[in-house]
């Protein structure tokens, strides 16, 4: 049977080695393409969570200085969501990039 294929796929092992190279490339449940998959999506998750957590602390940053005094409840109202007493007037300039 093997007398038929070319040199070097005569020998048992040569044969058995591409066999498993193709299994393990493309049949296996833990194949190469589906592991640089893998990689790559956790390599974004990994940004994502840098991300995340970035936006966590800036987070704290912000319930701490809330929860001081009532100025700074006042300053923090004003600065982030515009709020103003019904007697005065806001003006918002915006920067060209």
């Given at each position: 049977?093997?007398?038929?294929?070319?040199r070097?796929?005569?020998?048992?092992?040569v044969v058995v080695s591409v066999v498993?190279?193709?299994w393990m490339t493309?049949?296996?449940?833990?194949?190469?393409?589906a592991r640089f998959q893998m990689s790559s999506?956790?390599?974004?998750?990994?940004s994502e969570r840098e991300y995340y957590q970035d936006k966590y602390k800036e987070t704290e940053k912000?319930?701490?200085?809330?929860?001081?005094d009532r100025e700074s409840i006042e300053k923090f109202a004003r600065e982030k969501y515009l709020m103003k007493k019904e007697t005065e007037t806001i003006y918002v300039i915006k920067e060209k990039d």
């Open positions: 049977m093997f007398k038929k294929l070319p070097p796929f005569q020998n048992f092992y498993f190279l193709l493309f049949l296996d449940s833990n194949n190469l393409i999506k956790l390599s974004g998750l990994e912000d319930r701490n200085e809330v929860f001081g």
